[in-house]
């Protein structure tokens, strides 16, 4: 392992601050989100008022950061804390100053600031009265919204993402990019409209950051689950591949290559889909794949595709398969209570994937497991964590000392608990446990879980001790 490999963690502020409205913030797509529950234990959604009021406890949270020996540490400027409505032309004073506090305690601290610039944040008005990234002028907010966080922090931040999990976008338009499907449009333009205008904005926030800063390394991030068919029927076999190539290489083949590629072009022509995509857009995403300088994903499972029997017709059997929820399980692999599916080799998988395709560094930049956990005496036994991210960060480190692959660093998720993408404290992710419950905040205490002090001691080691052997 190189000796300046980045460990640390990942967390979405707007997932964890709380603070809700409090010092200018508007409302965001998180905060209105109307959840459709997991399929696993009976939800239990909470509001974003207070989260786990990361807002007030930020510097305490960043403290426990610096003890476990973190080198990186990435989060996510809310939107709507520094534009309420996303379309004013002057920013909200303080929420910039509030993120360029964090980055400064950060570097006090010699932790590396990772910067996401959106992640599930989009101010709620530009999804209602815009319709989000399907809306062009949405991209121009955006692109302004970049260009004054990287003026605040310019020559403070070294790495930049442009946008969390983008490809996720054409999944979960709401949550993901602020859009809602219109009656008019079918669920095939839109995954062809917005993809394009997802790209565009990802390209224009590169040419943005390294106008203004062109030391800053910027990277493309997207949501990575590999697929693996069903069974090695020639039908499963195609069926994979098309859905490997849709949801995990689509994103970056246009973030690295600097064009659309001829499987989605042809996906567009075989269902005499049309879209807005200017020349100069075009040209925007070119320049933008020469300034790229990393690759960042998240990780948590692997998933299984199948064909669909009874569908004869090719662009229906795609269509199928894109969107497809049937939620077919990996014999071979376990999973946590809510279904996913733990697969430690399909990380390595993956980066070896990824560095083949693309020869760019990679950055894990979200990877961990949730859990259902309670606090007993003042502790948290959490072991089934502790042997995830052994497995995986063995994985990884296969991938990089024996199959040569190029990892920028490694960012778990996450440091502390905080509500899930659906609104869950139950599911927890933390290395330190909050203590709240979705109806009940309690007193908001933070404690270390065994974890905490396995993860000190890995980072101590530089990734070559993971042995659970800790007396907590």
Not at 134 to 150: A, D, G, P, Q
Not at 249 to 271: E, S, T
Not at 323 to 345: H, L, S, T, V
């Amino acid at each position: 392992m190189k000796t300046d490999f980045l460990w640390g963690g990942a967390l979405s502020n707007v997932q964890a601050e709380g603070g809700y409205l409090e010092d200018g913030k508007g409302l965001n797509v998180y905060d209105n989100l109307t959840v459709t529950p997991e399929k696993g234990i009976e939800p239990q959604f909470c509001k974003t008022d207070i989260a786990v009021d990361h807002y007030h406890h930020w510097q305490e949270d960043i403290d426990l950061m610096v003890e476990m020996g973190f080198k990186a540490y990435r989060f996510s400027i809310v939107w709507s804390r520094i534009n309420p409505l996303g379309d004013e032309e002057e920013p909200n004073e303080k929420g910039l100053a509030f993120y360029e506090r964090m980055v400064d305690y950060c570097l006090s601290k010699n932790i590396e600031p990772v910067v996401s610039l959106v992640h599930f944040d989009m101010p709620l008005h530009l999804m209602e009265e815009y319709n989000g990234f399907l809306n062009k002028k949405v991209i121009e907010f955006y692109v302004s919204h970049v260009r004054r966080i990287v003026n605040r922090l310019k020559g403070k931040v070294k790495y930049y993402i442009t946008y969390n999990e983008i490809n996720l976008g054409v999944f979960m338009p709401e949550l993901v990019a602020g859009v809602k499907q219109p009656e008019n449009m079918s669920k095939q333009q839109l995954f062809a409209q917005l993809t394009i205008n997802l790209q565009i904005a990802h390209a224009k926030a590169v040419l943005a950051i390294k106008s203004i800063d062109p030391e800053a390394q910027v990277g493309g991030m997207i949501g990575h689950t590999p697929f693996y068919a069903a069974t090695c029927k020639p039908e499963d076999v195609l069926a994979n591949q098309f859905q490997n190539q849709m949801h995990n290489y689509l994103a970056l083949d246009i973030m690295c290559f600097g064009r659309l590629p001829h499987y989605f072009l042809q996906y567009m022509k075989n269902r005499n889909i049309n879209v807005e995509y200017t020349d100069s857009e075009r040209e925007n995403i070119k320049k933008a794949s020469r300034l790229l300088d990393y690759i960042a994903f998240s990780y948590y499972q692997s998933a299984i595709t199948s064909s669909f029997n009874d569908i004869q017709d090719i662009n229906k059997q795609e269509d199928a398969i894109l969107y497809d929820n049937r939620g077919y399980k990996n014999p071979y692999c376990a999973a946590n209570e809510w279904g996913w599916q733990i697969d430690a080799n399909g990380l390595r998988l993956s980066l070896i994937d990824f560095y083949n395709r693309y020869r760019k560094p990679l950055f894990i930049v979200e990877n961990g497991i949730g859990i259902d956990e309670k606090l007993i005496n003042e502790k948290v036994y959490d072991d089934e964590r502790i042997i995830y991210y052994q497995k995986h960060i063995t994985a990884m480190k296969e991938a990089i000392e024996h199959d040569g692959v190029d990892v920028i660093g490694y960012l778990a998720w996450s440091p502390i608990d905080f509500l899930s993408s659906h609104k869950e404290i139950r599911k927890r992710y933390g290395f330190i446990y909050v203590n709240r419950d979705y109806k009940d905040l309690k007193n908001l205490k933070r404690y270390r879980k065994k974890s905490f002090y396995w993860y000190q001691k890995v980072i101590r080691s530089n990734g070559t001790d993971l042995e659970n052997d800790i007396d907590y």
